[in-house]
Structure formats: C-alpha cells, structure tokens
C-alpha cells in the first residue's frame, strides 16, 4: 500500500524566510506528485503536479518542488514566503498501478508572522 | 462551470441520525471521490467512483453508502452518526477514472459536527 509522510506538522516562520516542506512516500512504482495548498477556510488547491520529465517542477505562487526518485522525495520549495503563504499543505501521491486513488499526507500548518 | 459544489456547509446532527451530503460536478469528470478530513490525518478517501453505477471502497468506508446514479452527482449517505464522524468532508472529481495525467478538483467541504 501506499503512504505518504509529511516530516513537519507546523512551521513557523518570517516573512522573507525559505520554506522547505518534506514529503516522502513509501511506493515504488509510477507516480503521479501533487502538492495542494488550503488556505484558512478555503477548500484545497492544486499548488504543483509532477507527472513526468523534469523533476523540478514549478507552480502557483512562486512555489517549487523537486522529485527525487532515489530518495522517494518531492519536497516543496519557496525562496521567500509571505504572510499570505499561512496555510496547510498536503502532499499527495498517485499510484498508477492503484487507479486514480490519491493518497494524502497529514499535512503541514505554515504559519508565516509578519 | 461551477466547478465541485457540495451542500450543505455545515451540519450538526445528533448520534443516530441519517443525513445525505450533496455533490455535484458540471465539468463532466468520469471520477469522483469522497475525503474526511481530520487534523493531523490529512484526507482518508471514504468511497469513489469511476463513471455512472459504479463505485468503490477508500481508506475509511465504514458508516457511510455513495451511489452514482449520474455523471454529476455522488452523495454521501451517513447511515447511523457517531461523534467519531464528526470531520469535514471534501468531494472531488477528475477527467479520468483510469489513472492518467490529471488532477482532482476539491469541493468547498462540509463541515459535520455530531453530538
């Protein structure tokens, strides 16, 4: 089975700061990578996707994530948050050996203070 | 489009009671699906769908029915409520129920309180 480990729960942060948020999965096959953002009484969105070809991946909002096969990795980057990057963040992964079944990860609560 | 519309937004039931969340896609996507979320756990799939009349267990089936009558619609019926029922619920749809490249799109979410 598929899982999905998010290694940070919250995150605090300054505004200006760098933003790493880990993401390793435990599935071995094809994958599908998703990061989706929700913000504070909003409903998720896509923040990036990695499907194939270059393994850094750019997305909404300055964010980045880079797949690292050997590492079961795809950590999401951003160079400088802002007090609007306060959210939680979801990494999920897809198996296309499982379907269109996402797995999520339990998430990480950024906070940025201003 | 409207995109994922779910109903009602927020809901308190008492323990044992019967309810049916709505949702509803216009954006003709063959898959559906249906999340809790709770803090810490991130989103458990509850049941899914892949087109018209079929459907399937998730992660975390027990205490709840789905059927797909229609392209567009997939409620969530909770049989019986229990306070561990209590979450926010997240519908989402995508193009294809065949694990090809592409994303799902998230409803707004339910939030149920159960007493």
């Known amino acids: 089975a598929q899982s999905v480990s998010q290694h940070n729960h919250h995150v605090i942060l300054s505004e200006a700061a760098s933003l790493e948020l880990g993401c390793n999965y435990s599935?071995?096959?094809?994958?599908?990578l998703f990061w989706y953002v929700q913000y504070p009484g909003q409903h998720l969105q896509l923040l990036l996707k990695?499907?194939?070809?270059?393994?850094l991946v750019k997305g909404i909002k300055g964010f980045e994530a880079e797949f690292i096969k050997s590492k079961f990795s795809f950590n999401l980057r951003k160079p400088s948050v802002q007090w609007s990057d306060t959210a939680e963040y979801f990494c999920?992964?897809?198996?296309?050996?499982?379907?269109?079944?996402?797995?999520f990860g339990a998430g990480t609560i950024l906070r940025v203070k201003s | 489009n409207a995109g994922v519309t779910q109903t009602p937004k927020f809901q308190v039931l008492k323990t044992g009671q019967s309810m049916t969340l709505q949702c509803a896609q216009d954006?003709?996507?063959?898959?559906m699906s249906w999340y809790r979320q709770d803090p810490g756990m991130g989103l458990r799939l509850i049941h899914y769908?892949?087109?018209?009349?079929?459907?399937d267990q998730g992660e975390v089936p027990n205490g709840y029915n789905v059927s797909r009558s229609t392209t567009e619609d997939f409620p969530l019926r909770l049989l019986s409520a229990a306070p561990s029922q209590t979450s926010v619920y997240f519908c989402?749809?995508?193009?294809?129920?065949?694990?090809?490249?592409?994303?799902?799109?998230f409803g707004p979410g339910t939030r149920l309180t159960v007493l």
């Open positions: 769908s892949v087109g018209a009349g079929i459907t």
């Open positions: 989402a749809s995508s193009y294809s129920p065949s694990g090809g490249y592409n994303e799902q799109f």
């Open positions: 990695y499907f194939s070809g270059d393994p």
């Open positions: 599935y071995g096959g094809t994958v599908n």
């Open positions: 999920a992964v897809k198996g296309l050996e499982y379907g269109n079944k996402l797995v």
């Open positions: 954006m003709n996507h063959e898959y």
